[in-house]
C-alpha cells in the first residue's frame, strides 16, 4: 500500500504560523546535524520530516536548503550567550568548543564553496562581526575602531581553532587561560578608552 501523503499548501495560502514553521526547519536541521548527520547530506525532505511539516516549505519559506543552512548559522550564531567569552568552551565536551559553533562553522565552510551564495555570506559575515563587536563593547568598554579590530582578531582566532585547533597540542585548560588574560587585556585598553 503506498504511502499516504501529506496534502500541501493550497496556492495563495497565507501562513499566520511562518515564523513558527521557519523556526521549526531551523531546529529541525540543527538537530540532524547534532545527532552526526554531514551537512552535504542533509536533505530537505530529512529535514521536513524531522519538523513534520511539508516537504515543500524549505523552498517556500527559504527558496531552497542552503538559504536554510544561511538561516540556521545566524540561528546558532544568535543564541550564543557570549561569541568572545569562555562559555564557548566547554570543559566535559570531547571537541573542547561549544558544538553549536562547530555546527556553524561546518555549515558556513560547506556554504562557502558555492559561488553564488558569496554576497549572503558576506553579510552572515558582516552580522557575526559585529556581533563581537557589540560585545567587545559592551563586555570590556572598547569602542569603534579598536572594538572593530579586536572582533577582527577573535573572530580569525576562533577560524583557525575550528579549522584546526583540534589537532594542536594544546590543552582546554591552556585554552581557558589563555583566554582569561586576553580578557584582562581587553579590559585594561577599555579602561583607556574611556
Known amino acids: ?54 516537504k515543500m516549505y524549505v523552498r517556500r519559506f527559504f527558496g531552497d536548503r542552503d538559504h536554510l543552512f544561511l538561516a540556521s548559522i545566524l540561528h546558532l550564531v544568535e543564541t550564543q550567550s557570549s561569541l568572545v567569552g569562555t562559555s564557548l568552551f566547554r ?30 555570506l558576506r553579510g552572515l559575515t558582516e552580522a557575526v562581526l559585529n556581533a563581537y563587536r557589540r560585545q567587545v563593547e559592551n563586555e570590556f568598554g572598547l569602542s569603534g575602531e579598536p572594538a572593530t579590530q579586536q572582533a577582527v582578531l ?22 581557558t587561560k589563555w583566554l582569561e588574560s586576553r580578557r584582562d587585556v581587553l579590559r585594561a585598553l577599555g579602561r583607556q578608552n574611556r
Open 1 to 54: 500500500m503506498p504511502k499516504k501523503r501529506k496534502p500541501g499548501p493550497t496556492l495563495g495560502t497565507t501562513y499566520d504560523d511562518a515564523d513558527a514553521i521557519k523556526l521549526s526547519l531551523i531546529k529541525a536541521t540543527i538537530k540532524l546535524l547534532r545527532s552526526g548527520t554531514l551537512v552535504g547530506d542533509l536533505t530537505s525532505i530529512a529535514i521536513t520530516d524531522c519538523a513534520k511539516v511539508d
Open 91 to 120: 570543559a566535559n565536551n570531547s571537541t573542547r568548543i561549544n558544538p553549536d559553533v562547530v555546527l556553524a562553522f561546518s555549515l558556513f565552510t560547506y556554504l562557502a564553496k558555492k559561488p553564488d551564495l558569496e554576497p549572503q
Open 154 to 175: 577573535a573572530l580569525m582566532a576562533m577560524v583557525g581553532f575550528l579549522s584546526t585547533g583540534h589537532l594542536l597540542p594544546v590543552e582546554l585548560r591552556d585554552i
